[in-house]
């Protein structure tokens, strides 16, 4: 997942019955905000509150 993040594949990480039927700009929003949160260091993650 980490290379297509890096690559801004986006469109790989949807899932294929989605098609083009979603928003690339949400999905971005979305992976930014997972990559948050999947950190190693947990002092990098955002805590439960944010």
């Known amino acids: 997942v980490k290379p297509l993040m890096e690559l801004h594949n986006y469109a790989a990480l ?6 083009s039927r979603y928003d690339i700009n949400q ?8 990559s948050f949160c999947v950190r190693e260091s947990a002092t990098e993650r955002p805590s439960i509150c944010e």
Not at 27 to 34: C, E, F, S, W, Y
Request: no cysteine; aromatic share 0%; proline share 7%.
């Open 27 to 34: 999905m971005h929003r979305l992976v930014l905000a997972a």
């Open 14 to 19: 949807a899932d294929p019955k989605l098609g």
